[in-house]
């Protein structure tokens, strides 16, 4: 249980920091925001929220913070392919680096999380066969 607790934990952090990333790009001019780009914004954090509190534990909940991690972890990458970033402060780059940081944390939780479901329900459907009549 203490897992899941660290990955929504990290999962939320890479949410908050990915809005502060967001705005970062709105007011030094990296991007523009549109009604369709708003509405895409909002349904972005709307699932990684929902995945990361109401299917905290589950498979459904892992994948969708796996992919959240792994978007976050995307954002400094994709900075350093563009203009340099270093021009427009320190806090800009550190929270690229805190978002990568914590994608990453999150997308190695995910994953350990993804697995140990599956190697669960493997146990429980060798322990169910096992109860079985005749073996299975």
């Known amino acids: 249980m203490r897992q899941n607790v660290a990955l929504t934990i990290a999962s939320l952090v890479s949410v908050v920091l990915f809005t502060v990333h967001l705005t970062h790009d709105l007011v030094f001019g990296l991007d523009s925001m549109s009604r369709a780009g708003t509405f895409t914004v909002l349904l972005i954090l709307l699932v990684s929220l929902y995945g990361t509190v109401e299917l905290a534990g589950r498979r459904s909940g892992y994948v969708v913070t796996l992919l959240l991690g792994l978007l976050a972890v995307g954002m400094p990458v994709l ?19 805190a978002l990568g940081a914590s994608g990453v944390f999150s997308a190695a939780l995910s994953v350990r999380g993804l697995w140990r479901s599956v190697r669960d329900r493997r146990a429980d459907d060798v322990a169910r066969a096992s109860r079985l009549p005749n073996g299975g």
Request: glycine share 10%.
């Open 79 to 97: 900075h350093t392919l563009g203009p340099r970033s270093t021009r427009w402060g320190f806090f800009f780059v550190w929270t690229l680096l």
